[in-house]
């Protein structure tokens, strides 16, 4: 199998079983055509993009990363490339923590975006997902109450 394919096959996947919500940040993903999302979560086009489902390899693949389900999760278009254009990238347990931290703060999707976090009850506090074993330490929630 080609190996685009294959990661395109992984990212659909995780995606799914993420319930299209980004790995990073907990706001929820499109892919394919964006029109439903739009509509669905009454989106401006302009921000759209941010939000497209990508592949993120939780160990890059520049440091030897795999495309293996254990590697690979789906992460918004954002999440994603931001966190590859950090001067040193932090690991996946450590960029979620400081994402969540930016969002509680309002400063990581722009505020007409946060209506996307609402739908849902728990918002960026709660961890919905278990980290993958390649995560070397646990993430705590991070409460909106405190803001830490």
């Known amino acids: 199998m080609c190996k685009s ?12 079983k993420q319930n299209r919500l980004c790995f990073h940040c907990d706001f929820p993903m499109w892919d394919g055509d964006p029109a439903p999302f739009s509509e669905r979560y009454h989106h401006f086009s302009g921000l759209l993009d941010r939000f497209l489902c990508t592949a993120e390899h939780l160990t890059p693949r520049m440091d030897g990363g795999k495309d293996t389900q254990e590697n690979v999760v789906a992460a918004c278009k954002f999440c994603n490339q931001t966190r590859h254009k950090m001067r040193n990238v932090l690991s996946p347990t450590a960029y979620r923590r400081h994402v969540r931290r930016r969002i509680v703060a309002g400063k990581w999707h722009p505020s007409e975006c946060h209506h996307l976090l609402k739908w849902r009850s728990g918002g960026p506090s709660e961890v919905s997902r278990p980290l993958r074993t390649s995560d070397k330490a646990p993430l705590s929630a991070i409460q909106l109450s405190n803001g830490n």
């Open 5 to 16: 394919n294959t990661l395109a096959k992984l990212k659909i996947a995780q995606a799914n």
